[in-house]
Structure formats: C-alpha cells, structure tokens
C-alpha cells in the first residue's frame, strides 16, 4: 500500500536509530565514566550488590587503619616500658653493689640510694607523662577497674582483658576447693639428746647445720631462722617454748617450694614426719585449686592465672583465705580497639595496661617498689638487701610479662588482623569490580557496532522518508 499521511518504514527506521542512538550514548558513558553502572537502571541487581561490597571494602579499609593505630598505641607504650625496665636493671644492680657492705662506706652506698631515687622518681615520670593524641598509657587509664574486691580473701588482681559485650560490667566468682600450703615438716620432741650435723635444704638453697648434744628445740628454731635466707626455710616452735617440737616450713607457698632434711654421719638422730604424719625427709608444698567463673585456672601457689576468649587475668590468694567463694565485678576500664568491619564482640579485642607507678609495682607478698625508697622499709640504709632484691625480682617480671603480653598482642593479633584484612579487601575489589567496572574491550567492540548502526539508521531513515514521493509518479508528476 502507498501512502502519504503514514510512513510506516519511516516510524520503523526512527525508532531502531533511537535503539542505536541509545546504546551509542551508553556506550559513549561508560567508556568515558569506567564505569558500567552508573545509574540503578543500567543493572538494578548488580547496583545492589556492587553498593553492599562498596560499603564492606570501606569498613574494611577502616578496620585496617584502626589496626595501624592501634600498632602506633602499643608500640608507644611498649618503648616507654623498654625505659622502665632499663632503669629497673640499674636499680638492682646499685642494690646488689650496696649488699657488698664490706667493701663499700656508708656514703657510697647512700650515693647508691640517691640513684635509686632518682630512677623511681623518673619511673613515676615516666608513667604520668607517656601518651598518645592526648591518651595516657601509663598512669593506669587503660587499666580495668573493679568492685567489691575483699583484701582478706584477694590480693593484687590485675585484670590483662575482659570483654563487657552489652554488660554493665562483668561478674567474676573464684571459688577455691584447695588452699595453697607451705612445704612443712614436723620435728616432735623438745630436743634432742645427741649432737646431730643435718643438711637443710629449701628452694633458696642449702645448708649444714650442726646441733650440739642436749639442744633444746627453741634454740634448733633459733639456728635455722638466723638462715631464712639461705634455705628460704623457717622454723616455728610447738608448744610452750618448743615443748612439743617444732615445724620446719618453706616460706613460699606451692609445688616449687620444699623442705628437705637429710641427717649426715651416724651419730644422733632427727627424724622430721611429713604433714600426714608419715616419716619423710623431703616435702613439696601444694598448688591451690580454683575455678574463676567456672573455668579452670592455671594455678602457683598462691597465684592463680585465667585465660580465656572472654577473660584473662591473674590475681594471688591471701594466705589465710582457705576453701570458699569471692566474688567482684569489672566495673570498666581497659582499651578497647575495634579491629573488624562489623561493630560487634567478636571483632573486637580489650586490653588492660596497668600503672607504672611505683607504688603498685610489686605485689602483697614480696612488696613494692617505692618501699625501696629512701625512709621506705626496703631501702639500703635500712639493711634489707634480699628484700629489695626480691622486690626488684617481681617488678622486673611485671614490666617483662606486660611487655610481652604487648608484643604478642601486636604481633599475633593486629599485625595478623591487617594481612587477612588487606586480603579480604582485595578479594572484594576484585568482586565489586567485576560488576561494577568497565571491560573496556567489550564496550570498544559495542561503541563500533552503535556508531555503524547509527550511521545506518540515518541513512535508512532518510531513504524511508524519500519514498512517500514515489506516489507522484501514479500522478504523472
């Protein structure tokens, strides 16, 4: 049919040019965005799932800074207690001089002391004035706080991490089904009749004793404690002036510690009994046996570790808190670094960091560093160089566990964390990109074939329009 009001070839040629004209122009748009998503009708389905790896390789890209920062704290912290620990081996070396008293006048050993001073002073120094933008490390902000703890059953709870999750605080219950005991063996008797050499032995170290015919026991009690500390064994008299015997005890408390006595030649006797009444010439003490929150804990004597994915801390037993239940609270506290994408528990790790101040390094059972002061209990006037030892002994091992703890928290957990999470943000890359970006390959080859159908349709639309005047030539035109 010819016709002139309607060009039916011509509406067809229209409308496939537009077809044409439009893929030109997406064609023309991603080529020049990178892009083959650049608006939700270009891929619904792919804009929504390109838009959810979008969001998960921005939170991890977040994480892995928060990790990065979380190192710069922890290194901070970690080399200011590398200056706490070097002036810590200063200090004991100025106290193992000054016990060299033979050798030393009393003014070089208060120049000793002055030193001494000085490095504490600069210990507490140290632990008000290191921080990190604005954030003290050391003074015990990043210590975890607690409540309800009772002096006589705990002692020196120091609390490494806890996880509150939604909680307002965490309950912690120890319930202690065997108290930790001294080595301990008995002497019955209120003396003995003939001279006897023994060798005693503790966890100190070992030494002869000789014991004269007729010794009464509170004179044997005399002759061993006057050795305290260098057996790390004391005496204690049973009964009216010994009249019962005595009790030969090691002063630490747990496995480590011993009691051993060995009688040397032929001649008299000294028979000791073990705590069950059974003769024995050597003794072990015993470990405690508690439970914290219903875990079983690790324990040394007196001292009790806890390690698990919610909590980990350490804390002694009093020495006279036998069989039973202490319960407190973590109220707050602790640093807590958000190392995963997702805000939630799992992702997330707390670490406590105790105070450097000198009056909270040490413990109950040994004592604490700023008893090592001038005037203090400890210091070198007063004498007492083992005790300072010890003293130092216990804060050093403090400082080093802490470091370590440290260490291994940047090594194991965030250095760790960063290397799974730059995988995890390269493998989702990889994914939104293959959704998202533009294969620029295909998209030349559509660019090419729109530009030629273009071109075509054109020149069709052109030819569709020329041929309504063909009707003329039924007109004689």
């Given amino acids: 049919?010819?016709?002139?009001?309607?060009?039916?070839?011509?509406?067809g040629a229209r409308r496939n040019l537009l077809v044409s004209q439009h893929d030109l122009s997406t064609s023309l748009e991603r080529l020049s965005s990178g892009l083959k998503i650049n608006r939700g009708a270009d891929n619904p389905a792919g804009l929504i799932v390109s838009e959810r790896l979008r969001a998960e390789?921005?939170?991890?890209?977040?994480?892995?800074?928060?990790?990065?920062?979380?190192?710069?704290?922890?290194?901070?912290t970690e080399g200011a207690l590398n200056e706490v620990s070097a002036l810590l081996i200063d200090i004991n070396?100025?106290?193992?001089e000054a016990a060299n008293s033979g050798a030393f006048s009393d003014e070089e050993i208060e120049a000793n002391q002055l030193q001494i001073d000085s490095a504490i002073d600069s210990i507490a120094r140290i632990a008000n004035t290191t921080t990190f933008a604005g954030r003290k490390l050391l003074n015990g902000e990043l210590d975890y706080v607690t409540s309800g703890i009772v002096s006589t059953e705990l002692k020196d709870v120091n609390v490494q991490a806890a996880k509150f999750g939604r909680a307002a605080y965490v309950p912690v219950s120890v319930e202690v089904s065997q108290s930790a005991l001294q080595a301990q063996l008995a002497f019955s008797g209120p003396g003995i009749n003939d001279a006897v050499t023994i060798n005693l032995a503790g966890p100190d170290g070992i030494i002869t004793l000789s014991?004269?015919?007729?010794?009464?026991?509170?004179?044997?009690?005399?002759?061993?404690?006057?050795?305290?500390?260098?057996?790390?064994?004391?005496?204690?008299?049973?009964?009216?002036?010994?009249?019962?015997?005595?009790?030969?005890?090691?002063?630490?408390?747990g496995s480590d510690?011993?009691?051993?006595?060995?009688?040397l030649g032929s001649g008299g006797s000294f028979d000791v009994v073990s705590r069950d009444g059974v003769t024995d010439k050597h003794e072990n003490g015993v470990d405690a046996l508690a439970t914290i929150n219903g875990a079983a804990t690790i324990a040394n004597g007196l001292k009790l570790k806890l390690s698990t994915v919610m909590l980990k801390l350490e804390m002694n037993l009093a020495e006279d808190f036998g069989q039973g239940t202490s319960e407190f609270a973590i109220t707050q506290g602790g640093a807590l670094f958000q190392l995963g994408p997702q805000v939630n528990t799992n992702l997330q790790e707390n670490i406590g960091v105790k105070a450097m101040h000198p009056e909270m390094l040490g413990n109950a059972l040994v004592g604490?560093?700023?008893?090592?002061?001038?005037?203090q209990s400890y210091s070198l006037?007063?004498?007492?160089?083992?005790?300072?030892?010890?003293?130092?002994?216990?804060?050093?091992?403090?400082?080093?566990?802490?470091?370590?703890?440290?260490?291994?928290?940047?090594?194991?957990?965030?250095?760790?964390?960063?290397?799974?999470?730059?995988?995890?943000?390269e493998n989702l890359t990889s994914s939104e990109s293959v959704i998202r970006d533009t294969d620029f390959a295909a998209e030349?080859?559509?660019?090419?074939?729109?530009?030629?159908?273009?071109?075509?349709?054109?020149?069709?639309?052109?030819?569709?329009?020329?041929?309504s005047q063909n009707v003329l030539t039924l007109l004689g035109g």
């Fill in 1 to 11: 049919m010819s016709t002139i009001n309607t060009n039916i070839s011509a509406f």
């Fill in 257 to 263: 510690a011993f009691v051993s006595v060995t009688k």
């Fill in 444 to 467: 030349t080859s559509e660019l090419t074939r729109a530009q030629i159908l273009v071109q075509a349709g054109n020149n069709i639309l052109a030819i569709a329009n020329a041929q």
């Fill in 368 to 375: 604490y560093l700023n008893e090592v002061k001038s005037g």
């Fill in 211 to 253: 014991f004269p015919a007729s010794a009464s026991t509170s004179e044997m009690v005399t002759s061993i404690n006057n050795q305290v500390d260098s057996t790390g064994i004391t005496a204690e008299a049973s009964g009216t002036d010994g009249s019962a015997g005595m009790r030969l005890m090691s002063l630490e408390y």
């Fill in 57 to 76: 390789i921005a939170a991890v890209g977040q994480a892995i800074d928060n990790s990065s920062r979380a190192i710069n704290v922890i290194s901070t």
């Fill in 381 to 425: 006037r007063s004498g007492n160089f083992k005790q300072a030892s010890d003293i130092l002994d216990e804060v050093s091992t403090q400082v080093s566990v802490l470091r370590g703890r440290l260490g291994s928290f940047e090594r194991n957990t965030l250095r760790t964390n960063i290397n799974q999470l730059q995988i995890t943000v």
């Fill in 93 to 96: 070396g100025l106290v193992v």
